[in-house]
């Protein structure tokens, strides 16, 4: 994957921007863009400089919680998980459509806590360029905070950290995108820790079967699944499609149907008037 100099250059932007601050917290899912923002942080101002924080809770698979411990240790960062329940939230089980807002507050207020404790003068997320396309209310809590954005200070897209996480050699460069599971749920359907369990293990099984990039949609007893458009010809392989929907009905849905229009970021937005 080649890095061409306007990448380049932004990456150098980046370090710049990190470089102001002297030490940091970084909001760290071990997701491709916070592995590439840890990545860079440690290298500007040391590990010893640098701290990843981790949020588990009932909307991130714990799968995702052992691959960011990993990702740490690799990188010599000391890493804080904090626990947070956003089933407690009335507002966030509720399922609004500025859910994520909540959330965001929720999680960013606690890193704010931390970074204070610890007297870290920055906190950073990982949000990229890509992402202030697409209707994402979590970002105006994140603006409301002041936690600061590097990669979209610099000007850095998803394909942009995709080839430098490679030059950098982070296992996390061709990653599959993962949102949290309660982007599963339409809006205005109350978010539950059954859903959310349902949703979790039917896409542990769809992944364990050969399919990176998938979602399962939770719309009351029909599991909607999405994989990217050229695989559906896969997905609907006899023995494959037969042991998704025994594993799904199983889970306890009753109809698994199958989203021809194929895998997108943020497919529930489009029932929304905006």
Not at 72 to 91: N, Q
Not at 207 to 227: D, K, N, P
Request: charged share 25%; aromatic share 6%.
């Amino acid at each position: 994957m080649y890095v061409d100099a306007g990448t380049r250059a932004k990456e150098g932007a980046l370090e710049r921007i990190i470089s102001q601050c002297g030490r940091a917290l970084i909001a760290f899912s071990g997701g491709v863009d916070s592995s590439y923002l840890l990545s860079v942080a440690a290298a500007v101002l040391g590990p010893a400089n640098v701290l990843a924080v981790t949020v588990d809770s009932p909307v991130v698979p714990p799968a995702e919680i052992n691959g960011a411990c990993r990702i740490a240790r690799m990188l010599g960062v000391e890493h804080v998980i904090v626990k947070i329940d956003d089933l407690a939230s009335d507002e966030f089980r509720s399922n609004p459509p500025d859910r994520c807002y909540h959330c965001k507050r929720s999680i960013f207020g606690r890193m704010l806590a931390v970074a204070a404790e610890r007297d870290l003068p920055c906190v950073f997320e990982a949000s990229n360029r890509d992402d202030t396309g697409d209707y994402r209310p979590g970002l105006r809590a994140i603006r409301e905070l002041g936690i600061r954005s590097p990669l979209v200070e610099a000007g850095l897209s998803k394909a942009d950290i995709r080839a430098l996480s490679k030059e950098r050699g982070l296992p996390t460069w061709n990653k599959p995108a993962l949102a949290c599971l309660a982007t599963r749920i339409p809006y205005h359907e109350p978010v539950t820790k059954e859903k959310l369990e349902q949703v979790r293990l039917g896409e542990e099984y769809i992944c364990s079967v050969g399919f990176g990039a998938c979602r399962l949609r939770h719309h009351g007893s029909v599991a909607r699944i999405e994989v990217p458009p050229p695989e559906i010809d896969r997905l609907l392989d006899e023995a494959t499609r037969r042991g998704i929907v025994e594993h799904l009905k199983a889970l306890g849905f009753v109809y698994v149907v199958v989203d021809l229009e194929g895998y997108r970021s943020g497919s529930m937005n489009e029932s929304l008037d905006i």
